[in-house]
């Protein structure tokens, strides 16, 4: 009999769509000793309660109606952050068939129930889920504070004992190691898991891990091969399209996409690539259709964003039909009311009166796109305003806010991938994109050696001015943060109180704090502001 003293403490969300199965849920959770109960019909209900609530487990139906499924809600959550990692999630499904879905997919759920089940059963799998809850405790909190050092650090205590857990811990290791921007090392692990037995998995990560390492014909080889093999592998298809598209060959990314989509409908991520890849591979009535039809799947699910509406936008604008791009701008505008997203509509706009021939129209949804503060706009909105101003003419424009984009966010692969997106939809050779990217980021070292030079040699005014200026227009950029929080402290034990620097000093620690609470360089800004204190 499990052991119902370990569920009394746990919070649990159920999430059907059926009152039956519902009351029948909470009837056996509460048998079963679960007291802290949340049970909701769908997925808004869903994520208004994670809104408030932290939850240990996650049971959540496959069939959830609203054109979206269990799968695709856990997908969303996992790639938006919006759960621990540590947090159970369990599906539960009627469907044999689901074996499958889970096998394909890279976002598996940590275990799932096939109707219908028993207590015991129920309660037995509870037991093991919550035992390896226990065991990755640490390195699970460490994942969601994407402290990738500490992450490694925590799993090669572990790996050693060469426990039952230690595939998974290499796979976490792996993906650390990938963050961390350390793909040789991630590519020996890969290997090293290989060698044991042929993981879809691992394949991928080793074929991620030769791209990152600028190995592009053996990464793309090496999907093919993985895709020859699990034909239903999606993740594998997603990467190859990436990779063909990264390398200028967009024919045969969207074709590679256009495969994977028949196999299976797909997340939005694979929906929106596929779409964006059409209108720029002059496709834009495929854009259309695709888009349309996932849009009107999902209608009243929360997995679709306003840059859905973006790209739609922009395939009925690039085929003459302004009319109707500017009407799904204005659509979204009812659903979607918070500020970025209304970024992102002014600069969709801004295209369609463009198309629509309404040039004063146009520039003046551009301006409005561009009034607010770059530094705490998402990507999508950047890249969305960027997208206008290649539409508009203004090039310098655009390429300004992509350069601070990638300098802002030095260490942000997805970032860098959507920027070099939006080049190269804008017409630039993917030679000109890379060294577009290339630059900006040696810009942003060559000013962080410069300060840390000048910082060196004494000369920690300068240094200080020229790494504050950086910091205050590059926030995310922790390494310059960091940076110019140490000057100041190095200039402050050095000459005595200043309480003008020592507050700017103070909010780049809190700065950093925010993001990284294990920042290395922490350690260093703490230890020069205690000579202060003397």
């Given at each position: 009999?499990?052991?119902?003293s370990?569920?009394?403490?746990?919070?649990?969300l159920?999430?059907?769509?059926?009152?039956?199965?519902r009351?029948?849920?909470?009837?056996?959770?509460t048998?079963?000793?679960?007291?802290k109960?949340?049970?909701?019909?769908?997925?808004?209900?869903?994520?208004?309660?994670?809104?408030?609530?932290r939850?240990?487990?996650?049971?959540?139906?496959?069939?959830?109606?609203?054109?979206?499924?269990?799968?695709?809600?856990?997908?969303h959550?996992?790639?938006?952050?919006?759960?621990?990692?540590?947090?159970?999630?369990?599906?539960?499904?009627?469907?044999?068939?689901?074996?499958?879905?889970?096998?394909?997919?890279?976002?598996?759920p940590?275990?799932?129930?096939?109707?219908?089940?028993?207590?015991?059963q129920f309660?037995?799998?509870?037991?093991?889920?919550?035992?390896?809850?226990?065991?990755?405790?640490?390195?699970?909190?460490?994942?969601?504070?994407?402290?990738?050092?500490?992450?490694?650090?925590?799993?090669?205590?572990?790996?050693?004992a060469?426990?039952?857990?230690?595939?998974?811990?290499?796979?976490?290791?792996?993906?650390?190691?990938?963050?961390?921007?350390?793909?040789?090392?991630a590519?020996?692990?890969?290997?090293?898991?290989?060698?044991?037995r042929?993981?879809?998995?691992?394949?991928?990560?080793?074929?991620?891990?030769?791209?990152?390492?600028?190995?592009?014909?053996?990464?793309?080889?090496?999907?093919?091969?993985?895709?020859?093999?699990?034909?239903?592998?999606?993740?594998?298809?997603d990467?190859?399209?990436?990779?063909?598209?990264?390398?200028?060959?967009?024919?045969?990314?969207?074709?590679?996409?256009q495969?994977?989509?028949?196999?299976?409908?797909?997340?939005?991520?694979?929906?929106?690539?596929?779409?964006t890849?059409?209108?720029s591979?002059?496709?834009?009535e495929?854009?259309?259709?695709?888009m349309?039809?996932?849009?009107?799947?999902?209608?009243?699910s929360?997995?679709?964003?306003?840059?859905?509406?973006?790209?739609?936008s922009?395939?009925?604008?690039?085929?003459?039909?302004?009319?109707?791009a500017?009407?799904?701008?204005?659509?979204?505008?009812?659903?979607?009311?918070?500020?970025?997203?209304?970024?992102?509509?002014?600069?969709?706009?801004?295209?369609?009166?463009?198309?629509a021939?309404?040039?004063?129209?146009?520039?003046?949804?551009?301006?409005?796109?561009?009034?607010?503060?770059?530094?705490?706009?998402?990507?999508?909105?950047?890249?969305?305003?960027?997208?206008?101003?290649?539409?508009?003419?203004?090039?310098?424009?655009?390429?300004?806010l992509?350069?601070?984009?990638?300098?802002?966010?030095?260490?942000?692969?997805?970032?860098?991938?959507?920027?070099?997106?939006?080049?190269?939809?804008?017409?630039?050779?993917?030679?000109?994109?890379?060294?577009?990217?290339?630059?900006?980021?040696?810009?942003?070292i060559?000013?962080?050696?410069?300060?840390?030079?000048?910082?060196?040699?004494?000369?920690?005014?300068?240094?200080?001015?020229?790494l504050?200026?950086?910091?205050?227009?590059?926030?995310?950029?922790?390494?310059?943060?960091?940076n110019?929080?140490?000057?100041?402290?190095?200039?402050?034990?050095?000459?005595?109180?200043?309480?003008?620097?020592?507050?700017?000093?103070?909010?780049?620690?809190?700065?950093?704090?925010?993001?990284?609470?294990?920042?290395?360089?922490?350690?260093q800004?703490?230890?020069?502001?205690?000579?202060?204190?003397?």
């Amino acid at each position: 009999m499990a052991n119902i003293s370990k569920f009394t403490d746990k919070w649990v969300l159920v999430i059907d769509d059926m009152e039956g199965m519902r009351s029948q849920l909470r009837m056996s959770l509460t048998n079963s000793g679960f007291a802290k109960l949340h049970i909701v019909g769908n997925i808004r209900e869903a994520l208004e309660r994670m809104a408030n609530s932290r939850y240990d487990v996650i049971l959540c139906d496959y069939s959830l109606g609203e054109g979206t499924d269990g799968q695709q809600f856990l997908e969303h959550l996992r790639t938006n952050d919006l759960i621990s990692r540590n947090t159970i999630f369990v599906m539960i499904t009627a469907e044999q068939a689901y074996e499958k879905v889970v096998a394909a997919s890279e976002c598996a759920p940590d275990d799932y129930l096939l109707k219908p089940f028993t207590a015991g059963q129920f309660n037995a799998r509870l037991e093991k889920l919550l035992e390896r809850q226990q065991f990755f405790a640490t390195i699970d909190k460490t994942t969601d504070a994407k402290d990738w050092t500490r992450v490694i650090a925590e799993c090669d205590k572990s790996l050693p004992a060469r426990n039952k857990y230690f595939i998974e811990l290499c796979k976490i290791k792996a993906a650390a190691l990938m963050h961390s921007n350390r793909p040789q090392d991630a590519a020996d692990l890969y290997r090293e898991v290989l060698a044991l037995r042929p993981i879809g998995w691992a394949r991928l990560g080793l074929a991620r891990a030769l791209g990152q390492l600028g190995k592009k014909d053996e990464a793309q080889q090496l999907a093919r091969e993985i895709v020859a093999d699990s034909p239903q592998f999606m993740a594998a298809y997603d990467f190859l399209g990436g990779q063909l598209a990264s390398s200028g060959d967009k024919e045969a990314a969207l074709n590679v996409l256009q495969k994977a989509r028949e196999i299976s409908p797909g997340t939005m991520n694979r929906i929106r690539e596929l779409s964006t890849l059409a209108v720029s591979t002059g496709q834009p009535e495929l854009a259309e259709s695709v888009m349309r039809q996932a849009l009107q799947k999902h209608k009243y699910s929360p997995v679709r964003q306003v840059n859905d509406y973006a790209i739609l936008s922009k395939a009925l604008a690039t085929q003459g039909k302004a009319d109707e791009a500017l009407s799904v701008v204005a659509d979204a505008r009812k659903d979607f009311r918070d500020e970025d997203s209304q970024i992102v509509l002014a600069a969709t706009e801004s295209v369609a009166q463009r198309a629509a021939g309404n040039d004063e129209l146009a520039e003046a949804a551009l301006a409005r796109a561009m009034a607010g503060d770059i530094n705490i706009l998402p990507v999508g909105a950047v890249t969305a305003i960027a997208d206008a101003c290649f539409a508009l003419g203004k090039e310098d424009d655009a390429n300004k806010l992509l350069r601070h984009a990638i300098q802002n966010n030095p260490e942000d692969e997805t970032i860098r991938s959507k920027v070099h997106d939006v080049l190269t939809a804008a017409g630039k050779e993917v030679t000109e994109a890379d060294a577009m990217i290339e630059e900006s980021t040696q810009e942003i070292i060559r000013t962080n050696n410069d300060g840390v030079r000048k910082a060196e040699s004494g000369q920690l005014q300068e240094a200080i001015d020229l790494l504050c200026e950086a910091a205050d227009r590059l926030p995310n950029n922790l390494q310059i943060v960091g940076n110019a929080a140490l000057v100041i402290a190095l200039h402050l034990a050095k000459n005595g109180d200043d309480p003008k620097m020592l507050a700017q000093c103070l909010r780049y620690r809190d700065a950093i704090i925010r993001k990284s609470p294990d920042y290395p360089r922490l350690a260093q800004i703490d230890s020069q502001l205690r000579q202060l204190k003397k």
